[in-house]
């Protein structure tokens, strides 16, 4: 059923087939009838269904309910539309260059027979193709309301195997332009379908109009355009001009790269009302001057995208909400404050003070540095009960724990999660490298969802979003809010799971996500694995994180490589253990020059570690000082206006705040 109103969205006009077999599910109403002469075929219009591909509905109620009846049909859509191409390689068809990539769907037979689905305008060479049936060799056309195609995930009637889409233009369906069109023909070495030689004017008349003016064919409703064409002006009534500006302009731009095309058309339209106009050439050269224009270009240019992006716009609503009807909705988490606190007692965090309980938590990291390691010492802690890197308390998962891995192979993140010790039984890996996005794709994500709530998992990691993100612009806003908030409804509604932690590229610098801002503003805390100072030999990994009711500072882990367990070591910030390192360099300059020269002052371990070249910047030498004071390194007093003078450790003249054992003043 979600495939049928898949299907709808894109524009067929969807109607069931016989289980197994290629043609409508529904017997012709008009079986025994016979047609009484001068009528014309019944296509609907008695009100009764059994009328072939004009079934065909864009009707999301009776779709459910005709699939609901018949959950074994195959699915049929009317091409009313669109126009599908369809390719038989038994037949000779072949695919050729010149088709425009589109979107496919590969049939069931298994040998390369596809259907290549586009859209077209009104008037346009496309409406005009399905006319002419054995147009190209072994390819079959399909337009107009009464041709229709078997649609995925449809069984083939001989081999049992469904039909498929393919990731063709990411399944985007191309519009055929007139210049797609010459494209192929040329290609086949087959004529032009529909198009005339330029009329001539018989005597004492005018040429008969092209019923192609005429052509109705498309998703929207008849443009000023085809209103103008089918009440063209009287002769005489003075507005010749403006009409002909508007039908010209139209040809125009549906021709823009034939002149010769555009001309024909124009002087059938002017036909149609004054075959002696005397501005026609002259207008005729305007309009097409106009149109290619720099300001003409670009003004078509954008309506092209305008008009795309608008066509996109209506398919993804009338899908969304489509989808919505599909099943009822949970009830709302919904009450009074006293109500809500009378609820039994639940911890608020799944990991205290990092994870928040039934939470959308995000895992930031640059590559390389982690996030999978991360996520398996995670996932250990909640299903073992172990404080979490050694620190953090865990409410434990009493269902499962499962990985849907996007990136690393099976095999792989096996061999890491055994070293980390995950329980093997209760641990799921679902690996999708490689494979089509289940996310994207309805059957897909129905069986997924079904797989995951049959092994009861409660906790789920997404790894990494990059990978299972399915729109076509990470960097918009309003594309990864959508995605983040049906990535939560697949998780809390189709699985039953009650966590979700999702892994998240970071940028260049490592300190926010790649993207759109969206994918920081959803969750409800983020957790940042951050990468020491490479260059100057801190190969680290620090941990951070922010969130509600979450504020970890930033700490350095421990990455143990034979068991791929984490800690934490118990230092700091990077920027507190770049400090350490600094003092650490600085301690062997500052003992040789307080040994060369007890009670220096500060000024003067300054110069002496610049004349021995050492690296610091201003306040590194005094910091470290302090820190060799403290730790009984060396010992200081005060001098002369107040300055500090340095001594070596347990010197009878300073104080020593830790005097080292074994040393006394005779041995200085």
Same mark, same amino acid.
């Given at each position: ?110 040998? @390369? ?285 009493? @269902? ?249 450790? @347990? ?18």
């Amino acid at each position: 059923m979600l495939a049928a109103l898949e299907a709808m969205a894109l524009g067929f006009g969807v109607f069931p087939l016989a289980p197994g077999r290629k043609v409508p599910l529904f017997p012709n109403a008009h079986k025994n009838e016979k047609r009484k002469p001068g009528t014309t075929k019944c296509t609907g219009q008695c009100g009764q269904i059994g009328h072939g591909a004009h079934d065909g509905t864009t009707d999301p109620e009776k779709i459910r309910r005709w699939f609901r009846e018949e959950p074994r049909a195959g699915l049929g859509g009317n091409t009313r539309f669109l126009v599908g191409f369809d390719i038989d390689i038994q037949h000779g068809g072949r695919l050729l260059d010149s088709f425009p990539t589109t979107r496919t769907h590969y049939s069931g037979r298994g040998n @390369g027979n596809r259907h290549l689905i586009y859209a077209y305008e009104p008037g346009s060479l496309a409406s005009k193709i399905a006319q002419r049936n054995g147009w190209l060799t072994g390819v079959d056309v399909k337009a107009g309301r009464g041709a229709y195609l078997v649609l995925p995930p449809t069984l083939h009637e001989e081999t049992g195997k469904p039909y498929t889409v393919g990731d063709d233009n990411g399944g985007v369906i191309h519009v055929l332009t007139d210049d797609d069109v010459h494209a192929i023909a040329t290609e086949a070495g087959a004529d032009l379908p529909g198009l005339a030689q330029k009329p001539e004017a018989p005597a004492g008349g005018s040429p008969s109009p092209s019923r192609d003016l005429f052509a109705t064919s498309g998703h929207r409703e008849p443009s000023k355009v085809l209103d103008a064409l089918r009440n063209p002006p009287a002769r005489g009534q003075g507005v010749t001009n403006d009409w002909l500006a508007t039908v010209a302009g139209h040809y125009a731009r549906a021709h823009r790269e034939n002149r010769d095309f555009y001309e024909v058309e124009v002087r059938r339209a002017i036909a149609m009302v004054d075959p002696h106009y005397e501005d026609a050439s002259k207008t005729i050269d305007s309009i097409w001057d106009k149109e290619h224009s720099t300001e003409g270009e670009r003004a078509w240019a954008v309506a092209q995208r305008v008009e795309a992006k608008l066509v996109e716009h209506e398919a993804k609503a009338v899908f969304a909400r489509t989808l919505a009807e599909l099943e009822p909705a949970d009830p709302f988490d919904a009450g009074s404050l006293a109500e809500i606190l009378a609820r039994p007692d639940s911890t608020r965090f799944r990991v205290d003070g990092l994870v928040l309980s039934e939470g959308f938590t995000t895992v930031v990291a640059a590559r390389k540095t982690g996030k999978t390691t991360f996520n398996l010492n995670l996932a250990d802690s909640l299903l073992s009960g172990r404080d979490f890197l050694g620190r953090f308390p865990v409410e434990p998962v009493e @269902g499962r724990i499962a990985l849907l891995n996007f990136e690393v192979a099976a095999k792989q993140v096996a061999h890491w999660a055994n070293l980390v010790g995950v329980d093997p039984e209760r641990f799921d890996i679902v690996t999708l490298r490689g494979r089509r996005n289940p996310l994207l794709h309805p059957q897909d994500r129905a069986d997924l969802a079904e797989y995951l709530r049959g092994r009861e998992v409660e906790f789920l990691f997404v790894d990494p979003l990059s990978r299972a993100f399915y729109g076509d612009n990470a960097n918009d806003n309003t594309q990864m809010q959508r995605f983040l908030s049906d990535l939560d409804a697949f998780a809390r509604s189709e699985v039953g799971a009650t966590d979700v932690v999702l892994n998240v590229h970071a940028g260049w610098n490592a300190d926010r996500s790649r993207g759109a801002s969206a994918t920081e503003d959803h969750p409800d805390s983020i957790i940042w694995l951050k990468p020491g100072d490479r260059e100057k030999g801190d190969k680290s990994t620090y941990v951070e994180a922010k969130g509600r009711d979450v504020d970890v500072e930033e700490m350095q882990l421990a990455f143990d490589p034979t068991t791929y367990r984490l800690s934490l070591t118990g230092e700091g910030s990077r920027r507190e253990v770049r400090q350490v390192q600094k003092q650490g360099d600085l301690e062997p300059q500052i003992l040789r020059a307080v040994a060369a020269d007890p009670g220096i002052n500060t000024q003067g371990v300054t110069n002496a570690l610049r004349e021995a070249k050492a690296r610091f910047q201003k306040g590194d030498e005094t910091r470290t000082l302090g820190a060799m004071f403290d730790g009984g390194r060396i010992g200081k007093k005060k001098g002369r206006y107040n300055a500090t003078l340095w001594y070596p450790a @347990g010197h009878p003249d300073a104080e020593t705040r830790s005097p080292l054992g074994g040393l006394s003043g005779e041995e200085f």
